[in-house]
Nanobody, 117 residues
Framework: QVQLVESGGGLVQPGGSLRLSCAAS????????MGWYRQTPGKQRELVAT??????NYADSVKGRFTISRDNAKNTVYLQMNSLKPEDTAVYYC????????????WGQGTQVTVSS
């Protein structure tokens, strides 16, 4: 059974930085799309950033501050978050999807990011 294991969340002051990591445990075929989402209480989960072999895509709210990257050899995706704001506070989830056989759609368990002074 494949699991996505996230790390790197925590408490940071406004203007600070954090780097999230998400690695697949177990054997997994290379994902078409890797991504990060976030969710706050009472709100729907929202897209933060995705990355494919063709490039990356970001939510307008994080453009210029966050950078997504992937290491295919390690089946790992990263999210470098700079210039963090209190409104970035959320639980962050990673997601791996493959659209061709073997198809799959895996989510991580979530990691808390809190931006507060």
């Amino acid at each position: 059974q494949v699991q996505l294991v996230e790390s790197g969340g925590g408490l940071v002051q406004p203007g600070g930085s954090l780097r999230l990591s998400c690695a697949a445990s177990g054997s997994i075929f290379r994902a078409n799309v890797m991504g990060w989402y976030r969710q706050t209480p009472g709100k729907q989960r929202e897209l933060v950033a995705t990355i494919t072999s063709g490039g990356s895509n970001y939510a307008d709210s994080v453009k210029g501050r966050f950078t997504i990257s992937r290491d295919n050899a390690k089946n790992t995706v990263y999210l470098q978050m700079n210039s963090l704001k209190p409104e970035d506070t959320a639980v962050y989830y990673c997601r791996f999807r493959n659209f061709n056989p073997p198809k799959y759609d895996y989510w991580g368990q979530g990691t808390q990011v809190t931006v507060s002074s």
